[in-house]
């Protein structure tokens, strides 16, 4: 398999910058040969270590010279790790055989630019690591060759995201790369688990590559009990990855399994790879260590428990607390004699382990009433801190209510499984991977890849959860061993995950509360100072269709994905979003869709908008249009804009209508009940202009048409209650939620009442409640949109 040579780009997280931008075309000469000319082991070694010791003195000189700006060693420890940028053009599969099936290679062998399918390497690290976007060194064969290799996308957790100097490691199935200079090769290792970290007596090592030194010859016949204290050692400078080696070491040459000392082992590696976020593995050995005995395997449960807990199976995680705590009753069970009778001293029971089934409780009522009450929003809305690194909300999924099922749209789609009225919840998500970092969209995507690929190299069941059923575009690959374990480690293929990310993720703002305030509403929208938002991938979410008149609206509280229904929706039907903001352009929104998602949209909307009658007076409509935001550019509509803009507008306005009008005197199109999205933009300036001047009757005139141009009829007075929501539930229209529905509701609502229509008013103030809900996921402070909180701006 021969890989075209692409432009390769990596991305340095903290700062933007290309590092690494090759022009490869020296290079495609060599496809597929043997490289003319190697260099020599002491040349790579040489110019490697005087690349380390320039990296050292620039390090410290930036620490002496005091830098703590972005790129500073001192920065630098905040900030994300590098990640290299994934380029889909050079997609390629993970390896999924055994290293112990591929036939092994002499780094001579290698050929440029070539993926060496059914071989592999075995090498040993000559070099201490050079860190960057991925970790590179100089490796040596049997036969004495060197090279360097470069590894990407290892998790920290991993001893391999350091590549430490003596170790020897298995390559599955190697790309050697031309790296743009002439003579300049390395083997590219881009998918984690093509690398493998192998025992230092496995017997693949060739003897050339076993440990020369004392030091590490006595390493080997290192007694299990010995790497138990290495272990511990390791775990008290909080060397965590090295302390799970060793406790692996340990195991590996214990001869009882069975034994305490097993056990002991166990339950020590449980706990690290509890604190390394290695869930899978804490609760698998936690499970190993149990004894039999409830005054140790109550801690076993515990940690299980946490494990599942952290990996948000509360179901699960709920049957380990109840077996700790049964068990941890059992162990000592010292009841008091005196008052109260029924209280023990069993401290676990009284404390953590109590508090922490407590919690899951809460997360199981959570995911199975999934009320407003049970969520409680306004208390997580009210916990958010991005100073303080609170935007992981401790909550659990409602998703009970939908289901995946095949959809007449596209593949799998989400469908409803009971009806859900109009503002009520559709579901509540907790995102499966989402970064602490709000960047602009390219960083954002880096963190979110970065974060998707680390979590699932540490827990194989989440990779298996998300490579193997979640949409990637139809021309990627699958191998059906996705997450699963291959030499120890879980297949994760990173241009799946790439591509993935890239059809699934969403784009969440700290709070959508907050998004819909006027004064941060159009703060950073341009495209050079992109707002800066967080990404995320939310599974069940995932499989949700668009339509550009959706019957649902997502919101965010943190990690935390709301979904509440905008219109009625019945049992059985398929349950939309929209991916991106709709353009009243047909033309422009079709093709983002088709550039970001390589779909055609057919929904009720798309499907009219593009008939020939409609598409007849599009072309005028878009000038009318266009006329329209360039007279907005000049004259803002809350700062008293005069007389002879306001007039234009109104002309702008009537002949947008007209235009309109024609059309659906000839097609079933932008009629009542059907958005006529064109004229939102001149109605809602002109709602705003008349606000500004006090003009109440054509205030009340503007927000009704603002709520005609989304497809809505103006709120029907009700004494049941009910009118808010009958706006919303008109049958047979398909109209559009938007924030922009709510202002022309709530201002609508603020001119009825001065010009005294009580009734009037209080309709539309219900439907703005409602409204605001349904965009928000929980708010119904109809103060967050009002404009004069903006005033001069
Ligand atoms: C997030 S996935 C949605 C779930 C997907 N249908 C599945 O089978 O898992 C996004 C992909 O679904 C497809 N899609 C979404 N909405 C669509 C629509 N209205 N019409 C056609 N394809 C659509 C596109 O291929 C898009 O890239």
């Known amino acids: 398999m021969e890989a075209p040579l692409q432009k390769l780009q990596s991305v340095h997280l903290n700062n933007g910058l290309l590092l690494d931008v090759q022009d490869a075309d020296n290079g495609a000469a060599l496809v597929g040969q043997l490289p003319p000319k190697r260099t020599s082991s002491k040349a790579l070694v040489k110019k490697h270590r005087a690349h380390l010791k320039a990296q050292e003195a620039a390090a410290a000189t930036m620490g ?11 920065s630098q420890m905040d900030d994300p790790r590098p990640v290299k940028q994934v380029v889909l053009a050079d997609a390629y599969p993970a390896s999924t055989r055994s290293i112990r099936d591929l036939e092994i290679i002499l780094l001579d062998e290698l050929k440029v630019e070539t993926h060496h399918d059914g071989k592999g390497l075995i090498l040993k690290a000559a070099t201490p690591a050079y860190r960057g976007v991925g970790a590179v060194s100089v490796v040596v064969d049997a036969a004495g060759n060197a090279d360097k290799l470069a590894i990407y996308n290892h998790s920290d957790t991993s001893l391999l995201s350091n590549l430490p100097e003596g170790c020897v490691v298995a390559v599955k ?10 003579h300049d090769y390395m083997i590219c290792v881009d998918h984690p688990s093509d690398v493998v970290l192998l025992r230092f007596n496995d017997p693949l090592i060739p003897k050339a590559l076993r440990p020369a030194t004392e030091e590490a010859k006595a390493a080997l016949s290192k007694s299990p009990e010995a790497w138990r204290s290495a272990g511990d050692m390791a ?150 801190s991005l100073a303080k690194n609170q935007v992981h909300l401790d909550r659990g999924s409602f998703l009970r209510r939908t289901a995946v099922r095949r959809s007449a749209f596209h593949g799998n789609g989400l469908f409803a499984l009971e009806p859900i009225g109009v503002g009520e919840l559709v579901f509540v998500e907790k995102a499966a991977f989402m970064p602490n970092q709000y960047y602009d969209p390219t960083r954002a995507s880096a963190a979110l890849y970065a974060t998707m690929v680390r979590q699932m190299c540490d827990n194989p069941s989440v990779a298996v959860e998300v490579l193997q059923p979640l949409y990637g575009g139809d021309s990627i690959v699958r191998t059906g061993h996705e997450g699963e374990l291959v030499d120890g480690v879980p297949v994760v293929d990173v241009f799946l995950a790439e591509t993935i990310r890239l059809k699934n993720c969403f784009s969440a703002p700290l709070a959508t509360l907050d998004d ?48 509440r229904a905008v219109k009625p929706i019945a049992a059985g039907e398929e349950v939309f979003q929209q991916y991106i903001p709709v353009k009243a352009d047909v033309r422009a929104r079709q093709a983002e869709l088709q550039a970001g998602w390589g779909f055609q949209c057919i929904c009720p909307l798309c499907s009219r908008d593009t008939t020939p009658e409609a598409q007849a007076g599009h072309a005028h409509r878009r000038t009318l249009l266009q006329a329209a935001e360039k007279l907005a550019s000049k004259h803002a509509p809350h700062r008293l804009p005069p007389d002879a803009a306001v007039r234009t507008m109104e002309r702008l306005a ?132 009002n404009e004069d909180n903006m005033a001069g701006r």
């Open 64 to 74: 002496n010279n005091g830098a703590t700006g972005s790129g500073s060693p001192a």
């Open 173 to 182: 199935e190697p790309y050697y790369k031309y790296n743009g200079t002439p």
């Open 235 to 384: 775990f008290l400078q909080r060397d965590f990855p090295t302390a799970a080696y060793c406790y692996t070491e340990a195991l590996e040459t214990v001869s009882d399994k069975a034994s305490t000392f097993a056990a002991d082992v166990y339950t020590k590696r449980a706990g690290v790879n509890l604190l390394l976020g290695r869930y899978d593995g804490a609760r698998d050995d936690a499970l190993v260590s149990r004894t039999g005995s409830a005054a140790t395997d109550w801690r076993a449960y515990f940690t299980a428990a946490k494990a599942t807990y952290g990996l948000c199976r509360y179901p699960e995680s709920r049957g380990y607390f109840e077996q700790a705590l049964s068990l941890a009753k059992q162990s000592t069970p010292t009841p008091t004699p005196s008052p109260p009778p029924t209280t023990t001293t069993n401290a676990a029971v009284d404390g953590p382990l109590q508090r922490e089934h407590e919690r899951c409780l809460a997360r199981l009522r959570e995911e199975t009433e999934g009320s407003d009450a049970a969520y409680d929003f306004p208390a997580m809305y009210a916990s958010l």
């Open 516 to 563: 819909c305030r006027p004064e941060n509403a159009s703060a950073g929208a341009s495209a050079s100072a992109p707002r800066l938002m967080a990404k995320g991938l939310w599974k069940h979410a995932s499989y949700l269709n668009h339509s550009c008149v959706p019957n649902t609206m997502r919101s965010f509280l943190g990690d935390v994905m709301i979904s």
């Open 654 to 785: 009537r002949q947008m209508t007209a235009s309109y009008d024609e059309t659906s005197r000839v097609a079933d199109a932008y009629g009542p009940g059907q958005p006529r999205l064109g004229l939102v933009y001149p109605t809602m300036w002109l709602l705003r202009a008349h606000r500004c001047r006090h003009r109440h009757a054509k205030v009340v005139q503007y927000a009704e048409q603002t709520l005609q141009c989304f497809g809505y009829s103006r709120p029907p007075h009700s004494t049941d209650g009910n009118g808010a929501a009958t706006m919303y539930s008109k049958p047979g229209a398909s109209p559009l939620h938007t924030v922009h529905v709510v202002s022309a509701l709530v201002y609508g609502a603020e001119a009825h009442r001065v010009l005294g229509q009580a009734d009037e008013a209080d309709a539309f103030e219900a439907a703005a409640r409602l409204g605001l809900r349904m965009v928000t996921g929980f708010s119904d402070d109809l103060e967050v949109i």
